[in-house]
């Protein structure tokens, strides 16, 4: 599925309507905690401004459920933007409308605009045509660069492309379809896919997808618990997704099939209050109390995995080990973290699903040591899963 980028389209005295995804945290103060999701835009922003286009981005925050609140405001975001672009940001607040429309009319080859968070309006999430006309209506050119939001057919994702004859893909996007199309199509082998997390129920699609195209399937975090459970074994206290057991017992089965190397915890890290300094032993999966719940993969484990990931060539990480953000717990996410550090830097393609596994290697420090972070959680799953990106389809092919 091969898209027309931004390189590929004139910008010059075009309005360049970007759709970005700066879906960021903002304190009780309403200031930018976390700029990771702006400054991924800022390559994008700058190709517009180098060439004298007129950037005009639009962009959600949070589930305003199409009503107008403050604390969901991008006003914020204008001015974090406008710091790092080290130039004025113009905002206006709406993102339809006559203000709008005056704004956009008086902006200057060079400029930059945000507008305000779309999904104060209920046509965002409807992709409402009439809406999606009324945004259409500030670009020449459409910009795609919000992979996070590509797996949903909003206004500003997918309609808007109804209404404007060139629509291309920005940098980032073209990042996140560059690696995650390489780690499914054309891995370098072995192939190695990590999961994680807390329940099986977000990933069952994806374990499907990845059954007969990975050389190494590794599952760890407490979606685990429900494949020991299928496998009769006493799990406590820990996590289980009840109604996923007999889905879980099916790919047990599949995987006895394939020729697929499928991988579990042999150990895990239990306490029986899920608490950091709840105290914690390490125990084998098949001498689980029923009074303890698994919080983290054990020293056992940690070296299969690892031992498995330095073999490989293609990694693919979606989801943690443990309860990471308990730091008693967070071995065994921060053990894969550094063991996708070694092979990155031994030639190895490695990519890292978004939401908690981008934060856990952020925390790692190591985001910059693996080949690529995803911005989008659920779009990488998606992904992931072979689904089609209705934001993606909807960009002109080459």
Not at 263 to 286: H, M, Q
């Amino acid at each position: 599925m091969k898209k027309i980028t931004i390189d590929e389209v004139h910008l010059k005295d075009k309005r360049v309507l970007v759709r970005v995804d700066f879906n960021v945290p903002l304190d009780e103060n309403l200031n930018v905690t976390n700029d990771i999701r702006i400054r991924a835009s800022l390559p994008t922003i700058n190709k517009i401004i180098k060439d004298g286009g007129k950037a005009i981005l639009m962009s959600h925050l949070g589930r305003p459920k199409g009503e107008r609140n403050t604390k969901f405001s991008l006003k914020p975001v204008s001015v974090r933007l406008g710091e790092l672009l080290n130039k004025e940001v113009k905002f206006v607040d709406d993102c339809i409308g006559e203000n709008v429309s005056a704004t956009v009319n008086s902006m200057k080859p060079g400029d930059v605009l945000l507008l305000e968070n779309v999904r104060f309006h209920e046509g965002e999430t409807k992709n409402d045509a009439e809406f999606s006309e009324e945004l259409a209506k500030w670009g020449d050119v459409y910009i795609d660069d919000a992979f996070g939001s590509a797996h949903r057919a909003h206004a500003s994702t997918e309609g808007v492309t109804r209404f404007i004859d060139t629509n291309a893909v920005g940098y980032l996007m073209k990042k996140e379809l560059d690696y995650l199309g390489t780690a499914l199509a054309n891995p370098e082998r072995p192939y190695c896919a990590v999961l994680g997390g807390a329940k099986i129920s977000g990933k069952i699609d994806v374990i499907n997808n990845l059954i007969n195209k990975v050389d190494t399937l590794i599952i760890g975090g407490g979606m685990a618990f429900t494949f020991f459970k299928a496998q009769g074994k006493e799990i406590g206290k820990s996590l289980l997704d009840e109604e996923k057991l007999e889905m879980a017992k099916d790919l047990l089965n599949k995987f006895d099939k394939s020729e697929t190397n499928f991988l579990l915890p042999v150990d895990v890290v239990v306490a029986e209050e899920f608490k950091n300094d709840s105290p914690a032993e390490t125990i084998s999966v098949n001498n689980i109390p029923a009074s303890k719940m698994g919080l983290d993969i054990g020293p056992e484990t940690i070296k299969l995995f690892t031992d498995e990931l330095l073999k490989s060539k293609t990694v693919v990480w979606n989801g943690p080990m443990g309860v990471f953000e308990m730091d008693n717990f967070a071995k065994g996410t921060f053990a894969v973290a550094e063991t996708l550090a070694i092979v990155t830097e031994k030639g190895a393609v490695t990519v890292v699903g978004g939401g908690d596994s981008a934060a856990a290697i952020s925390w790692a420090g190591l985001s910059d040591k693996v080949s690529h972070v995803s911005t989008g959680g659920g779009a990488s799953l998606e992904f992931l899963e072979g689904k089609t990106l209705p934001g993606v389809a909807a960009l002109n092919d080459v």
